[in-house]
């Protein structure tokens, strides 16, 4: 179906979780700076791989098989294609897919665009890697019904599944579940979404976007602030966030056990989203126009709304209008298929230089500094000097701590009694990151 048919049938003008038509008050509205916008939205020009599942051909192809493999579920009737299917984004089209049980599933189908730049999966984020994420739905009850080690002993006793294995895993020859997973996630880091007709304008094509698809933009980054979430070349943050819908799915806070990240949910890439309607992790929102409808009218106002949702956004009919036209240039006008990057191990960049110091910010969603040196014995303050609710989790040697909801002007005290190296991030805003390292005490 081309992109006309399809809006023809269903209006898919993609309303995806536009997660905010948010931002905070300002001053005035800024002049449109082109080039800066230009520089933040640009595409990268490689695919970030773990140095523990390095890509390869053999790797990649088998995990294109076991993604259509029905043997992975437990009646051997579902595979992961049957609701993450391509010309719908690897989504399913529709609300929330039935479950096993007949019953609708609690939460909508996410599609796979660009899953490599992930920093956790799931609607709710409880997955801390792509090899992490594979197996959840293929073990749920009500989704794949399947056994992971009894799909191992089957595709065990299928001689062309066991030379594909030995192939891909020449280390490790053996149809195992840790080979399985690494498979299937190797397969999704390659789903790349092509560029469109933004990125042309990106590249610094002025005649790529037509008059109103440009105003639209300008709203996304200026009067409507969307870009306080919908943040870089995928359009998301990586962050959870309570955008005022109603329901009570307890999303991040149940992850956290933090009362203050309930109804929280990570923000949406808004890639290829015309495919993918309905919107939103419920699948409550049919297309743009209702999603920005939502954000300008309709957010519950409640304790745990996001910081970076604005009290209130008056867009007029044509704002509305040139967003919604924005929106759809980040989309192919046929069902798109993914692009290819060449993968490069994931690296952290240059670290920050790590300073003596005993106190660390958050402001702007930042832990300032980034990375600190102290000695065992020492207290460690971490200052919530932001407008934002943060949740600071710290994991290193013998030592595993969850600060629960951390408030604005709230300070939070840890002591460390081992020297070693300790990472913290914000529970809530996972892109938040912060390197200790503590010596042993005079």
Not at 186 to 215: M, N
């Amino acid at each position: 179906m081309t992109r006309a048919g399809l809006h023809s049938t269903v209006r898919v003008l993609a309303s995806l979780g536009l997660v905010v038509l948010v931002g905070g008050a300002t001053d005035g509205p800024a002049p449109f700076d082109a080039a800066h916008w230009r520089q933040v939205f640009a595409r990268p020009d490689h695919t970030p791989m773990p140095a523990g599942n390095p890509a390869t051909p053999g790797k990649v192809a088998l995990g294109a098989t076991l993604f259509e493999d029905k043997r992975l579920s437990g009646a051997g009737d579902v595979a992961c294609a049957t609701c993450h299917q391509a010309e719908l984004s690897f989504s399913d089209g529709v609300p929330t897919h039935d479950g096993l049980d007949g019953l609708a599933l609690d939460r909508r189908t996410p599609p796979l665009w660009n899953m490599a730049w992930g920093l956790s999966w799931f609607w709710d984020g409880r997955a801390t890697s792509l090899e992490a994420q594979a197996s959840g739905p293929i073990e749920n009850k009500r989704e794949m019904g399947g056994n992971l080690d009894r799909a191992v002993q089957t595709l065990s006793a299928d001689p062309k599944m066991t030379r594909a294995f030995a192939g891909a895993f020449p280390e490790d020859p053996a149809v195992t579940r840790a080979n399985l997973v690494k498979a299937l996630a190797a397969f999704e880091r390659t789903l790349v979404s092509p560029e469109t007709r933004f990125d042309r304008w990106v590249k610094g094509d002025d005649k790529a976007l037509e008059p109103d698809e440009l105003s639209g933009f300008k709203v996304f980054v200026g009067k409507g602030a969307c870009v306080n979430c919908h943040q870089g070349w995928r359009f998301t943050d990586e962050a959870f966030h309570d955008i005022g819908l109603p329901g009570d799915d307890p999303g991040r806070g149940k992850v956290l056990g933090v009362k203050a990240a309930e109804h929280a949910f990570k923000t949406p890439s808004l890639r290829e989203r015309v495919w993918s309607a309905p919107y939103m992790h419920d699948g409550s929102l049919a297309s743009f126009e209702d999603v920005v409808d939502h954000y300008a009218d309709r957010v519950i106002k409640r304790p745990t709304l996001s910081a970076d949702m604005p009290q209130s956004v008056a867009l007029s009919a044509a704002e509305r209008a040139q967003l919604v036209a924005f929106l759809n240039t980040l989309s192919s006008e046929d069902p798109p298929r993914a692009t290819s990057l060449p993968p490069r191990t994931m690296s952290l960049g240059v670290p920050p230089e790590a300073v003596a110091t005993s106190i660390v910010g958050q402001k702007d969603r930042r832990f300032t500094p980034g990375a600190i040196l102290l000695k065992v014995g020492e207290v460690l303050r971490i200052v919530n000097d932001d407008t934002r609710t943060h949740n600071v989790r710290i994991d290193g040697p013998g030592m595993s701590y969850n600060s629960d909801a951390q408030n604005p002007g709230d300070t939070v005290t840890i002591g460390f009694d081992q020297p070693g190296h300790y990472d913290a991030i914000c529970g809530i805003h996972p892109e938040m990151r912060l390197s200790v390292e503590v010596a042993p005490g005079q």
